[in-house]
């Protein structure tokens, strides 16, 4: 009878150890996935660039003129990065026909101009998107987007 007391603490013991794993186990999942949740980029995989960078990647360079820009990779399964940048309104034309000497802008896309272009590389962009819009008569806010698959 002593031998079946003793089994029995000991049935308890570990059956207490089995149960405070899985709610230490349960708990830091429940964690992780709160965090994750929360935070907006669970993988940790957006990182600001610098628009130079942002417009290597798309195969172009960033005019000298641009100002106040921001621009950001994203890189998990795809890579995307995006940017936004100001310039003076007179240099537009000029820097995309540098950047892009034989692709031609389009103006029937909701902003003033629009340039879609497919790259056949094996590195960096795959596509790139650069839409302009006129502020003002003296400055173009240009939108980025560029990715890689």
């Given at each position: 009878m002593r031998m079946r007391r003793g089994?029995?603490?000991l049935l308890w013991g570990m059956w207490s150890?089995?149960?405070?794993?899985?709610?230490v186990v349960g708990g830091w999942f429940a964690w992780s996935v709160i965090t994750a949740e929360a935070s907006g980029d669970?993988?940790?995989t957006h990182s600001a660039i610098t628009c130079s960078q942002a417009m290597r990647f798309a195969h172009g360079t960033l005019p000298e003129s641009a100002r106040d820009g921001e621009c950001s990779l994203d890189d998990w399964m795809d890579d995307v990065v995006r940017g936004t940048w100001k310039m003076p309104r007179t240099d537009v034309a000029a820097?995309?026909?540098d950047s892009y000497p034989d692709k031609k802008p389009s103006e029937a896309c909701g902003q003033d101009v629009c340039l879609d272009i497919n790259f056949h590389a094996?590195?960096?962009a795959d596509y790139a998107r650069l839409t302009v819009a006129y502020e003002d008569e003296d400055t173009a806010l240009v939108r980025l987007e560029a990715y890689s698959s």
């Open positions: 089994l029995r603490w150890l089995c149960l405070a794993f899985a709610v669970p993988f940790r820097w995309l026909k094996d590195y960096d």
